[in-house]
């Protein structure tokens, strides 16, 4: 992943296409170089997007004459060379969806910054009996799967009922962490004396006879 300090760089530079002036667009480079598989040597590429330029325009006719399928070209430029090169695209959408986002970036930084804070401040969290480190990394889906995980372990040992509905609420788990949830859900009732009512699944007294919520005998 860029970081964000780079993509700021990367946005900050300014190169032209010289069939059509447009601004180049800072994209992204694929994984290999599609002509040689050695690899860009950047993180980023400079790309005309106008579908108006001259050479993306022509170039459709041209490679279905030549080479007999779609396609056609758009000029692209390395940010350490002093001139770029056509480059065959397949398609109208290609490098589309890989330009730089100031704003996603940022805001990607910042949640990985936040996941790491969350991490480091769990012992302290125990000791403060405070929540918020331990559910917020677990609440979070793009947080590593191993960090949500331990976030469990952290919430058992602060022991607060209060985070059970926002844990019981998540959903899109992959088979451990529900098992990790689960069991933490699970001890955190027997911990508490507590149990889920069986008709309407409300937190009712271990040794309650008759639910609060629903009214119903609790068995």
């Known amino acids: 992943m860029i970081s964000a300090d780079d993509c700021m760089r990367y946005c900050s530079m300014e190169f032209f296409c010289p069939h059509c002036e447009t601004k180049l667009s800072p994209c992204e480079v694929p994984p290999f170089h599609i002509g040689d598989g050695l690899g860009w040597g950047t993180e980023v590429f400079f790309v005309c997007l106008n579908d108006e330029?001259?050479?993306?325009?022509?170039?459709?006719?041209?490679?279905?004459?030549?080479?007999?399928?779609v396609?056609?070209?758009?000029?692209m430029r390395l940010p350490n060379e002093?001139?770029?090169e056509m480059m065959m695209v397949g398609n109208k959408m290609a490098f589309t969806g890989s330009v730089l986002d100031p704003e996603v970036i940022l805001a990607a930084n910042a949640r990985h910054t936040q996941e790491r804070e969350w991490v480091a401040g769990f012992e302290q969290s125990i000791a403060a009996k405070d929540t918020t480190p331990a559910l917020g990394v677990l609440t979070d889906k793009r947080a590593n799967k191993d960090h949500r995980k331990k976030a469990c372990d952290v919430l058992l040992k602060i022991n607060d009922m209060a985070c059970f509905d926002a844990v019981n609420n998540l959903t899109d788990l992959n088979p451990e962490l529900e098992n990790a949830t689960n069991?933490?859900?699970t001890e955190l009732l027997k911990k508490?004396?507590?149990?889920e009512c069986p008709d309407c699944a409300e937190i009712i007294k271990l040794k309650a006879s008759v639910c609060k919520h629903c009214k119903k005998k609790a068995e």
């Open 53 to 69: 330029c001259p050479p993306f325009m022509r170039g459709w006719e041209h490679i279905e004459e030549q080479f007999g399928h």
């Open 71 to 75: 396609g056609s070209y758009r000029y």
């Open 82 to 84: 002093n001139k770029g």
């Open 183 to 185: 069991i933490l859900m």
């Open 192 to 195: 508490n004396f507590l149990r």
